[in-house]
């Protein structure tokens, strides 16, 4: 099937200045090559400039080239270097830009954002191209990591954008697509992709065996190209599934043992292996509690056997219970990741990294941050976010998720103290800056799958490209993200860009006004989680409830309710606990509330349901009207594509807007202030 290239589909430019014709590329390997094959790609497409490869600077001089600059790829070794890993430097020094990295990685990052430059037509290309500006960029997570659930058979968990490009029918698969994949992704900042679902049964439970083992080194070494490592999703129970052991207690020296030889075994055959994901004793997946052991026994067992190797294990703290009782108001699944895990910071071993959603339930439309970032103090965490929009409109809907991943990063979790003064926001602690780690980082759940577009929806690329730029430079604006990847992906053109950007800026606050305001969340579909269905989990065994009755709505998880306000430090715990200083995006969340409670704006409870959805259902619908506008600046195809996704995103608004509104007069009694149509 064939495919777009996404935002690394470059346009010629006759207006782009490209005053170079030579390329040096210096002492490096695999990676430096790749640089240099997708600078050349890029400056013959844009600027119909065919780089030369020049073996020494002295070069152009001597054969008497005038006029043309050389660009120079290098990983100094003096101390004047880039800082670090994926660190990179461009600057002109007498008529030559050199793309300096810290590694070979960064000169790959150095490569992309000069080919962005170009591509954006940004005036710092410009300033670079007259020595005006020195453009240096350190990453700022160590790990940028994208989780995909791909299945053996080549379905995907919560999909949806066709099915799996790494796997089919239980095989791997390995072409021009893989290498396709790897330089968006490296382009956009990621340095780790795991391939396969947490959830591991089946023949992925045997990917870590021989027969899959050479294939494995195979794509390993394909990202390594790229600066990517490859790391798998690992059954915990491997030992019984693939040695027929009767246990996989951590603590049994057999297990240990089976682990330790299979890691021989595997890093003998993929050495260059980053390490492993694991989901435990979650959602019915295998794990210590089993056997009466707690996650720090599961995580450093592994921990152990994957050390000498260099290798990493990445625990899930999605671990709750999805046996509940819905009638039980004390057991809340927001608490269950802080519990389980708050106990044991500090008990993990160096190369274990907690992978920590980003709030306390799952990937919902609003959510408060996940606790345990302003808990774990002695532990390697890593955010999870999810770009794989399940719910948050499925790929259908159109939903830019970047304001989202900001707001959760610049989360101030009062780690550092009550007095405010310490950096300590989400994205201090899982960079490391805070505790001074090396090992953390972002993860997202991939949103790509073998559809033409990559994402399903082509605007949905946006959140994958967005994620990796955001997990790369966490200072950089959701706007500006936006505005790079428009630019990237559709060209220059003013129009588009007048249309698509503020589409994108306001897709989270239409779908959230007319699916879930204030924080209610889970009001879907059961299983699928697409579509309205606000007792969908009502009356079900998730921890998934809104409690409404006819007096009000909301989950009282104050003191005085489940307690889950108190996992927070202060002063966020109090603003929480408290209904006026709850911030009121999130005040359903907390609180059990009246529907006659007035919020700030004035309105009553009930009126503010009512007038958020009847206006997402309006905001969407305008969407689609502005998209119109666009119908002769894109690609036939392209057009055609978004519009019908838009179509439906707007008839379908109305069917959240109707079910919801229904649903909440019924309950309430309360009519509609202004009179609209309530079923
Ligand atoms: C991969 C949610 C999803 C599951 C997913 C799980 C997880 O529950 O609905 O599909 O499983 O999260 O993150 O492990």
């Not at 935002?7 to 006759?14: A, G």
């Not at 790829?73 to 007498?94: K, Q, T």
């Not at 920590?356 to 408060?368: A, L, T």
């Not at 689609?624 to 439906?648: C, G, M, N, S, T």
Request: with cysteine; aromatic share 12%; proline share 4%.
């Amino acid at each position: 099937m064939g495919y777009t290239k996404a935002w690394l589909n470059y346009k010629r430019s006759d207006s782009i200045r490209f005053p170079f014709d030579a390329l040096r590329v210096g002492a490096g390997g695999t990676i430096m090559e790749r640089a240099a094959g997708e600078l050349a790609l890029a400056a013959g497409e844009i600027a119909g400039t065919a780089l030369r490869r020049i073996a020494d600077i002295a070069e152009t001089e001597q054969d008497g080239s005038k006029g043309k600059g050389v660009i120079s790829l290098e990983v100094p070794e003096d101390a004047d270097a880039p800082d670090g890993a994926g660190a990179f430097r461009i600057s002109l020094e007498e008529g030559v830009l050199r793309i300096q990295g810290g590694d070979e990685s960064g000169v790959l990052y150095g490569v992309f954002e000069l080919i962005r430059l170009m591509q954006t037509a940004s005036p710092n290309l410009s300033r670079l191209l007259s020595g005006k500006l020195i453009l240096e960029k350190k990453p700022s997570n160590p790990l940028r990591m994208l989780n995909h659930w791909d299945n053996l058979d080549g379905s995907i968990e919560r999909g949806y954008a066709g099915n799996s490009f790494f796997f089919e029918k239980e095989r791997l698969l390995l072409g021009e697509r893989t290498r396709d994949y790897a330089r968006l992704a490296a382009s956009a900042g990621i340095n780790a992709v795991v391939i396969n679902n947490v959830n591991v049964r089946g023949a992925a439970t045997w990917l870590i065996t021989e027969r899959y083992l050479p294939q494995l080194a195979a794509l390993s070494q394909l990202f390594g190209e790229y600066g990517i490592a490859l790391y798998l999703s690992l059954n915990f129970a491997a030992p019984m599934e693939l040695a027929g052991l009767d246990t996989c207690d951590p603590l049994d020296e057999r297990v240990q043992e089976f682990w330790k030889r299979k890691m021989l075994e595997v890093y003998a055959a993929v050495p260059d292996l980053g390490g492993f994901l694991v989901k435990a004793d979650s959602e019915g997946r295998p794990g210590p509690f089993t056997y009466g052991r707690n996650h720090a026994d599961g995580a450093n067992m592994l921990a152990e056997a994957v050390s000498p190797y260099g290798g990493k294990i990445i625990w899930r703290c999605f671990v709750y219970n999805c046996s509940q009782d819905w009638r039980d108001r004390k057991t809340d699944r927001a608490r269950a990741g802080y519990d389980n895990f708050m106990p044991l910071d500090g008990r993990f071993s160096d190369n274990v990294i907690l992978q920590i959603k980003n709030g306390p339930m799952d990937f919902q439309v609003r959510e408060p941050v996940s606790p345990l970032f302003s808990g774990l103090r002695a532990t390697n965490q890593m955010l999870e976010v999810q770009a794989a929009q399940e719910y948050t409109g499925q790929q259908r809907h159109l939903c830019y998720l970047v304001p989202m991943w900001k707001e959760i990063l610049d989360f101030k979790t009062y780690a550092g103290g009550e007095d405010g003064a310490a950096a300590d926001t989400v994205a201090d602690i899982v960079s490391g800056r805070l505790y001074e780690q090396t090992d953390c980082g972002m993860a997202a759940v991939a949103n790509t799958g073998n559809d033409e577009n990559w994402t399903g929806h082509d605007l949905a690329a946006a959140n994958f490209y967005g994620f990796g730029r955001l997990a790369f430079d966490t200072g950089l604006s959701a706007e500006e993200i936006a505005r790079e990847w428009i630019a990237c992906t559709f060209g220059t053109n003013a129009e588009i860009m007048k249309v698509l950007l503020p589409m994108l800026m306001d897709s989270w606050s239409i779908y959230e006004s007319y699916t879930s305001p204030l924080g209610i969340g889970w009001m879907v579909n059961p299983s699928h989680h697409y579509g309205p269905n606000v007792d969908g989990y009502e009356y079900d065994r998730w921890g998934t409830y809104h409690r409404s009755d006819c007096h009000g709505m909301g989950v009282d998880r104050t003191t005085e309710g489940t307690g889950y306000t108190a996992q927070y430090n202060e002063p966020n715990a109090s603003m929480y606990e408290a209904m006026e200083t709850c911030p009121e995006e999130l005040l359903l969340f907390f609180h059990h509330v009246p529907y006659q409670y007035r919020l700030k704006s004035g309105k009553t409870l009930i009126q503010h349901i009512y007038d958020s959805h009847f206006e997402g259902a309006m905001r969407a619908q305008e969407m689609l009207e502005q998209f119109r506008r666009l119908d002769k600046f894109l690609e036939p195809e392209v057009y055609e594509r978004i519009r019908a996704r838009l179509k439906h995103q707007s008839d379908h608004s109305k069917e959240w807007r109707d079910r919801i509104n229904t649903y909440y007069f019924r309950m309430s009694g309360i009519p509609d202030e202004k009179g609209r149509t309530i079923y």
